[in-house]
């Protein structure tokens, strides 16, 4: 007899992170027998909120930041204590032209975007171009995301959901860059534009492999409007419910296990083995369902990683957590800080500036004008914050380092972490009048409140692979070949992947969670 009460569960979940949470639930609903395996201490895996700061009462979204992905009908259906707050400003992006500091503003209003357009370019093309291109996302949007909770559609079938010619060689055949370059003319814009193609994604605008319009893909489709979202509470809001309502249903979660290895024929039910801290134990499921890389699957199988032996994916991004005791003042006195930090704070994203950093990573070098964007969830949601830090007008800022992959830190992270870190901030500085250092705020140990991840830190901290947020790189959301009728099946029939490196996985969704526990479920 295991130390759960009971010797075989229907499912074992493998991994407490959202989408393991989200298949519990459901399936725990479902009146199944649930167990759900976390190595970690708590649950959450990546979607977290946590207070990095020694003696501060401030509780930041750690690892992933925004919602956007997660389907509303997630929320209903486990009855979620969840919810976004929609930020007023979707971005602004500083720049300096005629030596005169400015800046391309979207959001407070249509007439306000417009102007800003025609401010920074000299006339209204650029925003007519917005519009269309937008307007064009916008309805691939509404007809794509409905169809990530339902079984996986081919090729074909998702073409003509579209019913899009344009739209569909856009986005789904031609690199996006030509599509950035035929509508915008301006570098700034077409910038702006690529950078959601680049989230976690090591690609150039014209990649032939289409991987940074499969990240491009993600990043628009979101809710049916491509909104990314400041989840209220952090990020843990959301984890922390989803151990709730899967608690609430019946499952057992059980914390400080990690599970070294999964044995099965295929048929019979598979027995799990994992390890505490006081010995190894076992216990058997029905199903088990792996929130996890689908390198780690292979390796509790004792397969062949998918990417081959030698291969493995490569994480590109560096991840920076900061408290400030004020928003630092701006170059650009027309917009107010509040507004520029309220959205996605894009900095060195110009076109050409995000092409000179992707070829000088690819050849081996730190980028020397480091892309990266900035996002203040405090003044959307303050609750994040304790009262007086509030009353004090103390703001988080979570930066995301673009163009970084892992390969630049394997000689001396620390030394690179440091470099980078050093170079990114000067870049930001650069739009400033004042240097950020000055607003920076100090914990009780009087070390100021600044942290940075590089991809090795994740795959260190996180198991990631290659520190790669996505686990591996985004599928298109259709069937290519062996995928299955939901994305999730592997090639032993009572073992399924329910993480991120699923069809249809990647960010803060649930989706793979919701499909895997579909497909237990026969649906």
Request: contains cysteine; hydrophobic residues 40%.
């Amino acid at each position: 007899m295991t130390t759960f009460g009971r010797d075989v569960y229907d499912d074992v979940i493998v991994g407490g992170g959202h989408n393991g949470l989200v298949a519990a639930a459901y399936l725990a609903r479902a009146g199944r027998s649930v167990l759900v395996l976390e190595r970690l201490a708590a649950t959450g895996g990546a979607a977290i909120s946590s207070r990095p700061f020694v003696g501060v009462d401030a509780r930041l979204s750690r690892y992933s930041y925004l919602v956007s992905l997660l389907p509303a009908k997630i929320v209903r259906d486990l009855g979620l204590k969840f919810a976004v707050r929609r930020r007023t400003i979707s971005s602004y992006t500083p720049t300096e032209r005629g030596g005169r500091p400015g800046g391309l503003l979207v959001g407070g209003g249509e007439q306000r975007t417009r102007e800003s357009f025609a401010r920074l370019t000299g006339s209204e093309r650029e925003y007519e171009s917005w519009r269309d291109f937008y307007g064009t996302t916008g309805r691939v949007a509404g007809k794509v995301f409905p169809s990530l909770t339902e079984p996986l559609p081919t090729r074909a079938e998702l073409r003509a959901r579209i019913d899009d010619e344009a739209a569909w060689r856009m986005l789904f055949e031609e690199p996006l860059g030509q599509a950035v370059e035929r509508y915008f003319a301006d570098d700034l814009v077409r910038g702006v534009v690529l950078t959601d193609g680049l989230i976690g994604t090591f690609a150039d605008a014209n990649d032939p492999s289409l991987a940074q319009n499969r990240c491009f893909l993600y990043h628009v489709i979101g809710g049916g409007t491509g909104d990314w979202d400041v989840p209220v509470g952090g990020m843990g809001a959301l984890t922390d419910a989803l151990a709730a309502a899967a608690r609430a249903a019946g499952a057992q979660i059980a914390t400080g296990h990690e599970v070294l290895r999964i044995d099965t024929d295929g048929t019979a039910p598979a027995e799990v083995v994992f390890r505490t801290a006081t010995g190894e134990g076992r216990v058997v499921g029905r199903t088990v369902l792996v929130n996890a890389s689908p390198r780690a699957l292979a390796e509790l199988l004792g397969e062949t990683p998918p990417e081959g032996p030698g291969a493995a994916p490569e994480g590109a991004q560096l991840k920076v957590n900061m408290l400030l005791r004020r928003l630092p003042r701006l170059r650009d006195t027309g917009v107010d800080p509040r507004e520029a930090f309220g959205g996605t704070f894009h900095i060195a994203e110009g076109y050409a500036e995000l092409a000179r950093a992707h070829a000088e990573a690819a050849s081996g070098e730190l980028p020397s004008v480091p892309p990266s964007e900035i996002y203040c969830h405090s003044l959307t949601d303050p609750t994040i914050l304790g009262p007086e830090l509030v009353e004090q007008g103390y703001q988080t800022l979570t930066l995301f380092g673009l163009h970084a992959p892992a390969r630049l830190f394997g000689h001396d992270n620390q030394q690179a972490r440091e470099v980078l870190l050093t170079a990114t901030l000067a870049q930001l500085d650069a739009h400033l009048d004042e240097p950020l250092t000055d607003c920076l705020a100090f914990d009780a140990d009087g070390r100021p409140c600044i942290e940075a991840k590089t991809p090795l830190d994740l795959e260190r901290e996180l198991r990631l692979p290659g520190g790669h947020i996505f686990h591996r790189d985004l599928s298109w959301p259709y069937a290519d070949g062996g995928s299955g009728r939901w994305g999730v099946e592997t090639a032993h029939r009572n073992v399924l992947l329910c993480g991120a490196g699923a069809v249809r996985g990647g960010g803060v969704s649930g989706v793979p969670g919701h499909n895997a526990a579909m497909a237990v479920l026969g649906h």
